[in-house]
C-alpha cells in the first residue's frame, strides 16, 4: 500500500529535491502552542514531519530534545494528547507525512494494538522507535507493517554491510541515516563521511535515504541534502523554541516564529542543493 | 495467570535474552553491533579454560575470595529463631559484591581490546570496584553518579578519584542511578568505538543480565560448599536486598533448582509502599527502560517515576529481568523494607555483631528480624551481608545525630 510517506518522496522524486524533515516534540512547550508550531512547519516548508513522543528516559537524546520532553510532560502531555493533536492537525493538512518519534514504553503500556489504530485513524504515517533494534521485531514493527503504517529505521556509522541487511529487511518509507555515533545535538555531521554512507546503504535499498543528528545550519543542510534525500533537523528548532519562552518556560508571543523562520532558513538550505544521483 | 513450571529455573535466558517475557535487546542501533560482539566475547570466555583460571587467580589472590559463611550467634540468639549465617561479602576487596562482576567484565573488556571503561553507579561501591580494577589494569575510567548519589556517598566519590578515575555528577532527571545509567547509555552510543560499558547489575540488554549474574553466582556456589561443610546439608532459606538484583542473582542462582530451599529478595519500600519507594515488584509493572523488559515503577502513561531509598545503591525504579521472571513463575519470594526498618537493622546489627553493614544488606537484616523469630531453630537461613557501612558511616551518623536531638 502507498503511504503519505511514500506518496511525499514519489512527489520530491519527480521534482528532483531532497526532503527537509524537521523535528519538534508533541507538546512542547504546551499542547496549543505545539499545534500551532506543527501547523506553521509545512508552510515555513517541511516535507516531511517528525514529532517526538515526550519521555522521561530519552537514552539516545541529547539535553536539548530531553528537555523538551520534560517541558511536554510537566503540562500534562501524553501519547494520547499527541495522537490528538496529530488529529487536529489532519483537519488543516492532509498531505504532509507525520512521524512519530520516540522510546517504546509509552507505546508498551498504551497497547502496542490499540496505539497502531487509534496512531493510524489520528493519521499518522509512519514511527520511529529508538529502542527497537530489528532484534526485537515482533514488538512493534511486524504489527506496525500489518497495520499499514511505515516503521522506519535508523542506520548508523556502526551498522556494517552484514548487518545492513537485517537493519533494511522490514524498513519502509525511508531509512533515517544517524550521520554519527553519539546522541542528537552533539558533534556536527561530515558531509563527505555521509556522502559515502549514504552510497553504501543505497547499495543495499531502492528507499529514500534521510540524514539527521548533528545538522544545525542551512549551510550542512545544504551539504547534507546534497548527497541523500533528505536532511533531518531537530535540536536546532527544539532549541529556538526554548529560546522564545520566557523565564518560567512558558510561550511566548514570539514562539511559533521562532521555529517557523528558523524552519524557513533551513528549507532554503536544502531547496538550494540538488539531490543525490541516483 | 497460570504460568507453566519450568524444568529448571537455571536454565534461562533463552538465545535472544528473555526470561519469559522479561529481558531482550531494547538499544539504539548504534550500540546492537557491540552488544553482539559482547555476547560472542562472553561465549568464546567462557569456554576458555584460560579466562576461568586467570579469574579464579584475581578472585583469591586480589579480591579475597572465598568470602566467609559466618555464624551469627549473638544476632540468632537475639531473634531467637533461625539460624541466622552472614555471607561476608562485605569483607572483598573494595568492601562489597560488585568487585566479583567487575572483576569478570573488565577480563572481557582486555579481551575485546577496550582501553577505555564507563560505569554508572549508585551507592558508589559498582564505581569504586570499577576504578580499582581500572587501576589494576592500567584501564581509562569514567564514572557516571547521579548528583544526589555524589553527595550522600562523599567517601566513594573521594575513593574513585583517588584511583584515577573521572566522576561526572549527573544533574538530570531524579539525579540518582536511573539517571547515571541514562548517561552512561549516552557515553557509549557516543564512544561505543573504544568503550566498555561495565554494568554494575543483572540489567540492561542481553546478554548483561546473564553475564553479570554468572560473574556473581561465585556467592551461592560457596554458600552451598561451606553450609555442607559446616552443617552438613543445605541451607533452608536464602534472603539478600535488592536495588538491581545483582548480589540476590548470585546468591539465589546456585539454588533455584533445590525447592527445599526458601528464597526471599528485599526491595526497598523506601518511606513505605504507598508513599515514596523503590520497590519495583511490589509497586511496579511490566515496562521497558535500559535495554530490557521488567518491572518498573511508572505512571499510567508509560512514564518511569522517581524512587526512592535511603539507600543509594537500591534507588532505582526497575529490577534485573531474571527476578520480575522469578517473581512471576513464583520461585522467589519478593519482601520489602522501609528505609526506618533498615536503619533499624542497620544498628541492631552494628551492636550485636559488631558488623556495620550498608544501609543496602541492611534492608535484608530487616526482613530476617522479621523471619528468623518464626522459624524453628534447627532453620538454617543465608543473609547476604552484600557491603561493608564505611560509605554509610557520615549519611546515617547526621541522621542519628537529627534524632537524637
Ligand atoms: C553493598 C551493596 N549492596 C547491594 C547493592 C544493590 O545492588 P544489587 O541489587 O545489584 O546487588 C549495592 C549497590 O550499590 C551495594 O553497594
Request: proline share 5%; hydrophobic share 40%; glycine share 10%.
Amino acid at each position: 500500500m502507498t503511504t503519505r510517506i511514500d506518496t511525499r518522496f514519489a512527489e520530491l522524486k519527480k521534482d528532483g529535491r531532497s526532503a527537509f524533515v524537521t523535528f519538534v516534540m508533541a507538546g512542547d512547550p504546551d499542547p496549543a502552542t505545539s499545534l500551532e508550531i506543527v501547523k506553521a512547519l509545512p508552510k515555513a516548508g517541511a516535507d516531511v514531519i517528525e514529532l517526538g513522543m515526550p519521555f522521561t528516559d530519552p537514552m539516545a537524546d541529547g539535553p536539548s530534545i530531553q528537555a523538551a520532553g520534560l517541558r511536554a510532560l510537566k503540562l500534562g502531555m501524553t501519547l494520547k494528547k499527541t495522537l490528538d493533536l496529530v488529529r487536529d492537525f489532519r483537519e488543516v493538512d492532509n498531505a504532509t507525512p507525520i512521524v512519530l518519534m520516540g522510546y517504546y514504553n509509552p507505546i508498551y503500556i498504551y497497547g502496542v494494538d490499540k496505539f497502531l489504530g487509534d496512531a493510524k485513524s489520528a493519521g499518522i504515517d509512519g514511527l520511529i522507535i529508538v529502542d527497537l533494534p530489528p532484534e526485537e521485531d515482533d514488538e512493534l514493527c511486524l504489527p506496525a507493517m500489518k497495520a499499514g503504517l511505515n516503521f522506519i529505521r535508523l542506520a548508523t556509522p556502526t551498522t556494517d554491510d552484514k548487518r545492513l541487511p537485517a537493519v533494511l529487511a522490514n524498513t519502509s518509507g525511508f531509512v533515517y541515516y544517524v550521520a554519527i555515533t553519539g546522541i542528537t545535538g552533539a558533534a556536527a555531521a561530515d558531509a563527505t563521511a555521509v556522502s559515502a554512507a549514504v552510497a553504501r546503504i543505497k547499495r543495499h535499498t531502492q528507499l529514500p535515504v534521510c540524514v539527521g543528528f548533528g545538522i544545525r545550519t542551512p549551510e550542512s543542510a545544504r551539504a547534507i541534502a546534497s548527497h541523500a534525500n533528505g536532511a533531518v533537523v531537530g535540536t536546532a528548532l527544539v532549541d529556538a523554541l526554548k529560546n522564545s519562552l520566557d523565564a518560567e518556560g512558558r510561550a511566548t508571543g514570539k514562539t511559533v516564529n521562532a521555529v517557523a523562520e528558523l524552519a524557513v532558513s533551513l528549507a532554503q538550505g536544502v531547496k538550494g542543493a540538488q539531490q543525490a544521483a541516483e | 495467570m497460570n504460568i507453566a513450571k519450568p524444568n529448571s529455573y537455571r536454565s534461562g535466558p533463552d538465545e535472544r535474552g528473555h526470561f519469559g517475557i522479561f529481558g531482550g535487546r531494547f538499544v539504539a542501533e548504534t550500540l546492537m553491533p557491540l552488544i553482539l560482539d559482547l555476547e560472542k566475547a562472553y561465549t568464546a570466555a567462557k569456554a576458555d579454560p584460560a579466562f576461568q583460571a586467570e579469574m579464579d587467580g584475581y578472585l583469591k589472590n586480589y579480591v579475597g575470595r572465598p568470602s566467609p559463611l559466618y555464624f551469627a550467634e549473638r544476632l540468632t540468639e537475639h531473634l531467637g529463631g533461625a539460624k541466622i549465617y552472614l555471607k561476608r561479602e562485605e569483607l572483598n576487596h573494595t568492601g562489597s559484591h560488585k568487585v566479583n562482576n567487575v572483576l569478570g567484565q573488565i577480563m572481557l573488556a582486555r579481551r575485546m581490546g577496550k582501553k577505555r571503561i564507563i560505569a554508572e553507579t549508585g551507592a558508589g561501591q559498582h564505581g569504586v570496584a570499577t576504578a580499582t580494577l581500572c587501576a589494576r589494569f592500567g584501564l581509562e575510567c569514567v564514572v557516571y553518579m547521579g548528583a544526589v548519589d555524589v553527595e550522600r556517598q562523599q567517601p566513594n566519590v573521594i575513593r574513585m578519584a583517588m584511583l584515577g578515575a573521572t566522576v561526572h555528577p549527573v544533574q538530570s532527571g531524579t539525579r540518582t542511578l536511573k539517571d547515571a545509567m541514562n548517561e552512561a547509555l549516552r557515553d557509549w552510543v557516543t564512544n561505543v568505538h573504544n568503550t566498555f560499558y561495565c554494568i554494575g547489575t543483572v540489567a540492561g540488554p542481553h546478554p548483561y543480565p546473564t553475564l553479570v549474574r554468572d560473574f556473581q553466582s561465585i556467592i551461592g556456589s560457596e554458600t552451598r560448599t561451606q553450609m555442607q561443610e559446616v552443617e552438613g546439608r543445605l541451607p533452608d532459606s536464602l534472603i539478600a536486598c535488592i536495588g538491581g538484583g545483582s548480589n540476590a542473582m548470585g546468591l539465589f542462582h546456585p539454588f533455584l533448582d533445590d525447592p527445599s530451599v526458601e528464597i526471599f529478595g528485599v526491595e526497598a519500600a523506601g518511606h513505605g509502599l504507598t508513599q515514596l519507594h523503590a520497590a519495583s515488584i511490589a509497586g511496579g509493572r511490566p515496562g521497558v527502560l535500559h535495554g530490557n523488559r521488567t518491572y518498573l515503577l511508572m505512571d499510567a502513561d508509560g512514564q518511569i517515576q522517581d524512587a526512592h531509598s535511603i539507600s543509594a545503591g537500591l534507588d532505582y525504579p526497575g529490577i534485573g529481568p531474571e527476578h520480575s521472571w522469578l517473581h512471576e513463575v513464583g520461585r522467589v519470594n519478593y519482601l520489602s523494607a522501609t528505609d526506618e526498618e533498615a536503619l533499624a537493622a542497620f544498628q541492631l546489627l552494628s551492636k550485636l555483631e559488631g558488623i556495620i553493614p550498608a544501609l543496602e544488606p541492611a534492608h535484608a537484616i530487616a526482613k530476617v528480624m522479621e523471619l528468623a523469630p518464626k522459624r524453628p531453630r534447627d532453620h538454617l537461613m543465608v543473609v547476604n551481608l552484600s557491603g561493608r557501612g564505611d560509605k554509610d558511616v557520615p549519611q546515617v551518623g547526621d541522621i542519628l545525630k537529627g534524632k537524637s536531638k
